[in-house]
């Protein structure tokens, strides 16, 4: 599977990996675009023909009244209710959970909601698939996240089968995953990305740090601290890549 070089193309990469993980008996998928600049609704709904097969059968959640009451107006007529998770005690979440429902997506939630997410999701069950798109559950930027609540967010985001990932990292890299490929590690060369390494889990910070080091020329001594300071001019470009 090769990077893809817009945001529609990997796309079109997250519906055919879900519906290939789906097909093979997870239950529990999330679809990561990690983009400083995504916006979440409009590629959501971009997202949603992988759930063609289910019509009225897919239920979309959100994590606040507002984002679903956008999703309304901007969606037009869809066939499947979007609702929004909320605060609120169990029973009425499980308000939110019928039947006949065959399928949960949950669109962008962040740490702060993982609790109400946790406790859906239990009463979803095991049988009933649910995905999360693009979610913010590991987002630095969240504050006044507690140790329990780390711990919380940790418990439940092991649960998850990441079947789609994309992350630009550090100046002229990505690390992306498709599944049901290995996670894979990417690095600009001569113009165009190249993979320098595969792996069968998410590598951690030094592994990356090795490996970008290794696939790329760097400066003498340099750590991960001094090319983090041009991280933000990786991401814009690897962005305004995706976006041409």
Do not use: H
Request: net charge negative; proline share 6%.
């Amino acid at each position: 599977m090769q990077l893809p070089k817009t945001l529609e193309e990997a796309i079109v990469q997250a519906r055919v990996a879900t519906q290939a993980a789906l097909a093979d008996g997870y239950t529990r998928l999330q679809v990561e675009l990690l983009f400083p600049e995504l916006k979440a609704l409009p590629a959501a709904e971009q997202f949603l023909p992988a759930f063609a097969e289910y019509g009225d059968k897919l239920k979309i959640l959100f994590a606040d009244a507002g984002s679903a009451a956008l999703a309304r107006r901007d969606w037009n007529e869809v066939p499947f209710q979007l609702l929004d998770i909320g605060t609120g005690r169990m029973a009425s979440l499980q308000s939110k959970v019928q039947p006949e429902d065959e399928i949960f997506l949950f669109v962008q939630p962040t740490s702060v909601e993982v609790p109400q997410l946790e406790k859906i999701c239990e009463y979803i069950g095991e049988n009933r698939p649910f995905v999360i798109f693009a979610p913010r559950l590991e987002d630095a930027s969240i504050v006044g996240i507690g140790y329990t609540a780390r711990q919380t967010r940790q418990r439940f985001i092991n649960t998850i089968e990441s079947c789609y990932y994309l992350r630009p990292i550090f100046e002229e890299a990505a690390v992306f995953r498709c599944y049901p490929g290995l996670w894979s590690v990417w690095v600009e060369k001569d113009g165009d990305y190249q993979k320098v390494a595969e792996l069968p889990k998410k590598p951690n910070g030094d592994e990356l740090d090795a490996i970008i080091s290794n696939g790329q020329p760097q400066g003498e001594g340099e750590t991960v601290a001094a090319k983090s300071q041009n991280i933000f001019k990786g991401l814009q470009r690897f962005v305004r890549a995706l976006r041409s």
